[in-house]
């Protein structure tokens, strides 16, 4: 399993009735690995994870295997209300094809560290397909420090990487300090890409290339081969859009934003709503100003 690039954390392309659109879907998972992406994450916080049933998620990481064959792994998102319901996920992903997993704390339940460690330990031992913890403690409310992250490591072999979302890149240093490179650490937030690079991270869970897939990888490339002139020329273009990825409505702006470029629709499931008022005038007009931009890239 490679962790080492950019791997999209896709969107799921929902018809009007609300349901998913497969044909969408693996025509989105295609053009990702055709613009340069190392592999396609589904069902995480931007697939609106929250809102698709066990069968839901399944039937689009086989969606996904399919579309991409062995081009590109596939590494499902795991979060539930409950262990069991995740382990039976995790399994189930292994039986579709998956090569890999993005584990994550259960949903609404946030305690200490020996429960979250007993979950996510129970979803990283239920199958052999290599495994990325994902620590978000903005949004989850769960926070795996780097000793705990460390203690995982040394219990499991077949955890290989991190997500790190928690916007403050010294955790990378962090990380770096107590396992060395016996995992890989992954950016999970658009707009400190370029930071986390520079502080050793050496892979991308990305938003935006939803939508720009191309310039995505290219920033990823130049920052990592250490061409910080162009690096900073990307950066400076694409930081408004990447900033998208960072509030409250980030999957309905992304949504919009993929949509609008003529990848998929905006459609999201409630409770969120499509953008309007301030909220549809702002993406507006960030957009606008990047298409106008773009030229000069």
């Known amino acids: 399993m490679n962790w080492k690039g950019v791997f999209p954390a896709i969107t799921t392309n929902l018809h009007l009735d609300l349901t998913v659109d497969h044909g969408a879907l693996a025509a989105h998972c295609r053009w990702m690995i055709d613009s340069g992406c190392t592999g396609i994450v589904p069902c995480g916080s931007l697939g609106e994870a929250a809102t698709l049933s066990f069968d839901e998620k399944i039937a689009i990481a086989r969606t996904c295997v399919?579309?991409?064959?062995?081009?590109?792994?596939?590494?499902?998102?795991?979060?539930?209300?409950?262990?069991?319901?995740?382990?039976?996920?995790?399994?189930?992903?292994?039986?579709?094809?998956?090569?890999?997993?993005?584990?994550?704390?259960?949903?609404?339940?946030?305690?200490?560290?020996?429960?979250?460690?007993?979950?996510?330990?129970?979803?990283?031992?239920?199958?052999?397909?290599?495994?990325?913890?994902?620590?978000?403690?903005?949004?989850?409310?769960?926070?795996?420090?780097?000793?705990?992250?460390?203690?995982?490591?040394?219990?499991?072999?077949?955890?290989?990487?991190?997500?790190?979302?928690?916007?403050?890149?010294?955790?990378?240093?962090?990380?770096?300090?107590?396992?060395?490179r016996r995992l890989d650490v992954l950016v999970g937030m658009d707009d400190a890409i370029v930071e986390g690079i520079y502080a050793g991270a050496v892979g991308w869970v990305a938003g935006l290339v939803n939508a720009f897939p191309a310039e995505s990888v290219a920033l990823f490339d130049a920052a990592s081969r250490g061409d910080k002139a162009r690096a900073a020329a990307l950066y400076g273009w694409f930081l408004p859009l990447l900033r998208l990825d960072t509030v409250p409505k980030f999957v309905q702006l992304i949504k919009w934003v993929q949509a609008e470029v003529g990848r998929g629709t905006p459609v999201v499931r409630p409770p969120r709503l499509m953008p309007a008022g301030a909220d549809l005038a702002h993406v507006r007009a960030v957009l606008q100003v990047a298409q106008k931009e773009h030229s000069r890239l």
Not at 67 to 88: N, S
Request: with cysteine; hydrophobic share 50%; glycine share 8%.
């Open 66 to 180: 399919e579309a991409v064959g062995d081009r590109a792994p596939v590494v499902l998102g795991i979060a539930a209300l409950g262990t069991k319901e995740a382990v039976a996920m995790a399994q189930a992903a292994a039986t579709a094809g998956c090569q890999g997993l993005m584990v994550l704390p259960p949903y609404v339940y946030s305690s200490d560290w020996p429960e979250m460690k007993a979950h996510v330990s129970a979803v990283i031992g239920a199958t052999g397909l290599s495994c990325m913890l994902y620590n978000n403690p903005i949004a989850y409310k769960t926070d795996f420090l780097p000793a705990h992250i460390a203690e995982l490591a040394a219990e499991h072999p077949n955890l290989q990487a991190v997500k790190e979302s928690s916007g403050d890149v010294r955790r990378i240093t962090a990380i770096r300090a107590v396992v060395g």
